[in-house]
Nanobody
């Protein structure tokens, strides 16, 4: 069973920075991704950034150029460096990992199935 534990949330003024960390344990298939999601009050959870086994990253448009996702495989940790934060970044941030559902024609089909408990990030203007 995969377990994910986030840390590093807190309060910061607009323009400031925070780094979130996620300690992961359990088996995760390297063909699947890990990522960060967030959920602001009254809004749906949204995908913020992902990283796959070969280090390829993706970002939600509003965080491109400000957030950086990284992974330390030796330490089984996932990080999210967040710079130039603004009030719209205020949310609960969740670390997540995909589970391999099946492989077909050499393609791996995964979905986010494992979640951390979430960590609050509050940005004041």
């Amino acid at each position: 069973q995969v377990q994910l534990v986030e840390s590093g949330g807190g309060s910061v003024q607009a323009g400031g920075s925070l780094e979130l960390s996620c300690a992961a344990s359990g088996y995760m298939d390297s063909r699947c991704r890990m990522g960060w999601h967030r959920q602001a009050p009254g809004k749906e959870r949204e995908l913020v950034a992902t990283i796959n086994g070969d280090g390829t990253t993706t970002y939600e448009d509003s965080v491109k150029g400000r957030f950086t996702i990284s992974q330390d495989k030796a330490k089984n940790t996932l990080s999210l460096q967040m710079n130039n934060l603004n009030a719209d970044d205020t949310a609960v941030y969740y670390c997540a990992a995909e589970r391999l559902n099946f492989v077909f024609a050499e393609n791996a089909y995964c979905d986010f199935a494992y979640w951390g408990q979430g960590t609050q990030v509050t940005v004041s203007s």
